[in-house]
């Protein structure tokens, strides 16, 4: 299994994702908005592209499809009940996505973004995770646009949660700097979070650090619920808060924050 991610460079701050055979150079195409940079790509390594798959509805993941599919003349794939138009196989949790003869991708079911969110995951070794708008580097999706965020906690809690702690996550933009300064504004004495800002401030988004899911339990504030300087600093923000919140409030809480931060 081959994966390419390619930075968009533009306003939203894209990353898309190119998962190619290298027994059959077929390849699969995530959400590509900037399709002239995934056409570019993919014809750089001598893949062809069969596929396209969209991780939810929203126009900066679903804007490149009808130029894309013209040409290559690729299948659309994209979750069940979404408002995608021209979706050749809907998905929904537990499909298997094949591409070329060596690569399968897991359905997950991950709403809260949006309601009909998809994930991609591989098994393989380690484990990858291509996550769309629901878990970023150090944050998690806005629920503005028909999402709920008690309905992403409960994603975070029973989906993205319990996966290996090796598992590489691939969000569908590059939000790191500004998210780990938010985490930093919520746990001042995380000093993984800190350590991390530092050696990535100036990095080349070209060549983006991938982190894993354990890297993400200590930085990303969505899976610190638990944390006590996190929800004493949650306090001061939030008066009404009690002393010992359940989880799910802290999280809506904070997503609440990061909405207006």
Request: glycine share 6%; aromatic share 6%.
């Amino acid at each position: 299994m081959q994966v390419e991610q390619i930075w968009t460079g533009n306003a939203y701050c894209n990353f898309h994702y190119l998962i190619a055979c290298p027994e059959t150079n077929e390849c699969l195409v995530i959400d590509p908005l900037e399709y002239t940079q995934c056409l570019d790509r993919a014809a750089e390594h001598g893949w062809t592209i069969t596929q396209v798959v969209n991780t939810h509805e929203h126009g900066d993941h679903i804007g490149g499809n009808k130029p894309m599919i013209k040409a290559t003349g690729a299948a659309l794939l994209a979750p069940a009940r979404a408002a995608i138009s021209g979706v050749d196989r809907p998905l929904s949790a537990g499909d298997i996505v094949r591409v070329g003869s060596s690569v399968e991708l897991e359905v997950l079911d991950t709403p809260g973004h949006t309601m009909t969110h998809i994930s991609l995951l591989a098994r393989t070794d380690p484990p990858r995770l291509f996550c769309g708008d629901t878990l970023f580097n150090a944050g998690a999706g806005n629920c503005h646009n028909g999402g709920h965020p008690q309905t992403l906690y409960r994603t975070f809690e029973k989906q993205l949660k319990p996966l290996p702690d090796n598992t590489l996550v691939y969000p569908g933009h590059d939000y790191l700097i500004n998210n780990l300064n938010f985490a930093l504004d919520r746990e001042p004495d995380n000093a993984a979070a800190r350590a991390l800002l530092d050696q990535i401030f100036d990095q080349d988004p070209n060549q983006a650090l991938v982190t894993t899911l354990g890297q993400e339990k200590q930085i990303n504030p969505f899976f610190r619920l638990d944390s006590p300087s996190l929800i004493a600093q949650l306090r001061r923000a939030c008066p009404d808060l009690p002393e010992s919140p359940e989880p799910q409030t802290v999280f809506v809480k904070l997503r609440e924050l990061r909405n207006r931060w």
